[in-house]
């Protein structure tokens, strides 16, 4: 079964920045195609960015673009989120998701536990 | 880019069968697939529904999803709900280069 664990939130300063990770078990990051997913507390679910490695595609929602960069740390197998210029409503919780390929496109199928990030100063 | 509208609430007995809406505003819902996630309190979110009306392994099957073209909306069904079917559940699809969720349902069971 595969495992995703993120780590690396905590309190950080408007306009700061942070690098989330993810590290999962029983698959390869360099093979795989991964999303970020925030929810902001009491809200919903907000999609931040996907990742597919073997193809070095990556796609940011607009409220991160240019803020924000996934990459992968192929020596560790570790999924991660850098992220800059941090403001207020980027508090969230952040979680890794692993994406499969169904019939037509990549589809969410696995969820990692999350990391809690909180921007305040 | 599109957005997809959920109820904010929806309230049911156990037993009964509750339907979640997710209408797109703008192009056709079955242009790209539908997603549906679970969130239970305190937890992560999990898949149940991918494709518009595929189970993910495990997922029992009280869970069904469905797309209608006519009101341009997918939909989520469980039957015979359970107190623990009691969660937060959200629909996602994709544009260009982009995934979208809707805002959310949260499920009573009582």
């Known amino acids: 079964q595969v495992q995703l664990v993120e780590s690396g939130g905590g309190v950080v300063q408007p306009g700061g920045s942070l690098t989330l990770s993810c590290a999962a078990s029983?698959?390869?990051?360099?093979?795989?195609?991964v999303h970020w997913v925030r929810q902001a507390p009491g809200k919903g679910l907000e999609w931040v960015a996907f990742?597919?490695?073997?193809?070095?595609?990556?796609y940011y929602a607009d409220s991160v673009k240019g803020r924000f960069s996934v990459s992968i740390d192929s020596s560790t197998n570790t999924l991660l989120l850098h992220m800059s210029s941090l403001r207020a409503e980027d508090t969230a919780v952040y979680y890794c998701?692993?994406?499969?390929?169904?019939?037509?496109?990549?589809?969410?199928?696995?969820w990692g536990k999350g990391t809690s990030v909180t921007v305040s100063s | 880019n599109f957005v997809l509208t959920q109820p904010h609430s929806v309230s049911e007995s156990p037993g009964k069968t509750a339907i979640i809406s997710c209408t797109r505003s703008?192009?056709?819902?079955?242009?790209?697939?539908v997603q549906w996630f679970q969130q239970r309190p305190g937890s992560s979110p999990t898949t149940l529904i991918y494709?518009?009306?595929?189970?993910l392994s495990g997922v029992p099957d009280r869970f069904s999803g469905s797309i209608d073209s006519s009101s341009n909306s997918a939909s989520l069904t469980i039957s015979g709900l359970e107190t623990e079917d009691e969660a937060d559940y959200y629909c996602?699809?994709?544009?260009?280069?982009?995934?979208?969720f809707g805002g959310g349902t949260k499920l009573t069971v009582l």
């Open positions: 703008i192009g056709s819902i079955a242009s790209n697939s």
């Open positions: 029983k698959i390869t990051f360099s093979n795989s195609a």
């Open positions: 990742f597919r490695s073997f193809s070095n595609n990556k």
């Open positions: 998701a692993k994406a499969d390929y169904g019939a037509t496109y990549y589809y969410i199928d696995v």
């Open positions: 996602q699809s994709y544009g260009v280069s982009s995934w979208v």
């Open positions: 494709e518009n009306d595929r189970r």
